[in-house]
């Protein structure tokens, strides 16, 4: 059988709205509330180096409004580390960061940057913070998170959803079935895939329905739908799609 299919709602662009006008509406602590009421399983949020969107009280508001565990993405800095070690999320995510991208724009080089990473992760995991690592579904980038000791990895599916969106079926079947194969073999060797990014309800079942991942982690989308749905809406649609697709 399928292992269940957990969903991580990531809430950064309610903050983004928010922010955009400087004062507290909407806040991102109703929308944990609501993602919890609705099934959700998990909050996410990104604490970016700029604060563009979550901030930094964000986080433990979100924690208090919630018994949903915090996956907190974060760049492998000491700043964000000794932020993860003083609020002990559930898990954290370590993410590549560039202060000019608009969002997370590709996998970390996990493989390249090995020495750098191994103190952050081992910190993390030493304060039971369960580490993930963002990457590219590659056999390089599987083997730097086997060498790391990390618990789970996050495959970036923003290719995957960039193809799907300039209609090339050929190029979309090639990402999933990367995903696919990387999902398998990290399960083989005892990690935990996960995958988010650039999931809609058009793209998320093909993804959704490959075994071995635990856990999509889906904002942007989400957020942009509830504008139009509810939150609430967008979010049990998204559960339907992914139960669905199992
Ligand atoms: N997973 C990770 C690690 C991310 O950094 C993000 C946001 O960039 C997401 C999932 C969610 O992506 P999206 O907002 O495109 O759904």
Same mark, same amino acid.
């Given at each position: 059988?399928?292992?269940?299919?957990?969903?991580?709602?990531?809430?950064?662009?309610?903050?983004?709205?928010?922010?955009?006008?400087?004062?507290?509406?909407?806040?991102?602590?109703?929308?944990?509330?609501?993602?919890?009421?609705?099934?959700?399983?998990?909050?996410?949020?990104?604490?970016?180096?700029?604060?563009?969107?979550?901030?930094?009280?964000?986080?433990?508001?979100?924690?208090?409004?919630?018994?949903?565990?915090?996956?907190?993405?974060?760049?492998?800095?000491?700043?964000?580390?000794?932020?993860?070690?003083?609020?002990?999320?559930?898990?954290?995510?370590?993410?590549?960061?560039?202060?000019?991208?608009?969002?997370?724009?590709?996998?970390?080089?996990?493989?390249?940057?090995?020495?750098?990473?191994?103190?952050?992760?081992?910190? +993390?995991? $030493?304060?039971? #913070?369960?580490?993930? @690592?963002?990457? &590219? !579904?590659?056999?390089?980038? /599987?083997?730097? %998170?086997? =060498?790391?000791?990390?618990?789970?990895?996050?495959?970036?599916?923003?290719?995957?959803?960039?193809?799907?969106?300039?209609?090339?079926?050929?190029?979309?079947?090639?990402?999933?079935?990367?995903?696919?194969?990387?999902?398998?073999?990290?399960?083989?060797?005892?990690?935990?895939?996960?995958?988010?990014?650039?999931?809609?309800?058009?793209?998320?079942?093909?993804?959704?329905?490959?075994?071995? +991942?635990? $856990?999509?982690? #889906?904002?942007?989308? @989400?957020?942009? &739908? !509830?504008?139009?749905?509810? /939150?609430?809406? %967008?979010? =049990?649609?998204?559960?339907?799609?992914?139960?669905?697709?199992?």
């Amino acid at each position: 059988m399928n292992r269940p299919l957990r969903l991580g709602v990531n809430i950064d662009h309610v903050a983004t709205i928010r922010n955009a006008r400087g004062g507290d509406h909407p806040d991102p602590v109703r929308a944990a509330e609501i993602v919890a009421s609705v099934g959700g399983d998990g909050i996410t949020a990104h604490l970016r180096e700029d604060r563009r969107h979550i901030r930094d009280e964000d986080l433990r508001r979100i924690q208090d409004a919630t018994d949903l565990p915090l996956n907190l993405e974060m760049a492998a800095t000491d700043e964000m580390l000794a932020i993860a070690l003083a609020h002990r999320p559930h898990a954290a995510c370590i993410v590549p960061e560039k202060r000019e991208e608009r969002t997370t724009e590709g996998g970390l080089d996990a493989a390249g940057q090995h020495n750098h990473l191994q103190r952050y992760v081992d910190s +993390l995991r $030493e304060a039971d #913070i369960r580490v993930s @690592l963002f990457i &590219e !579904a590659s056999e390089r980038q /599987l083997d730097a %998170a086997l =060498r790391l000791g990390v618990p789970v990895v996050e495959f970036h599916t923003g290719e995957y959803a960039h193809a799907q969106l300039d209609g090339d079926s050929e190029r979309t079947a090639r990402e999933l079935k990367r995903i696919a194969d990387m999902a398998a073999l990290a399960s083989k060797n005892g990690i935990e895939p996960h995958a988010g990014h650039g999931l809609t309800y058009e793209n998320v079942q093909p993804i959704a329905a490959i075994p071995q +991942l635990a $856990e999509l982690n #889906i904002g942007h989308y @989400l957020v942009g &739908e !509830a504008v139009f749905v509810g /939150l609430e809406e %967008a979010v =049990r649609r998204m559960r339907d799609l992914m139960d669905e697709a199992r």
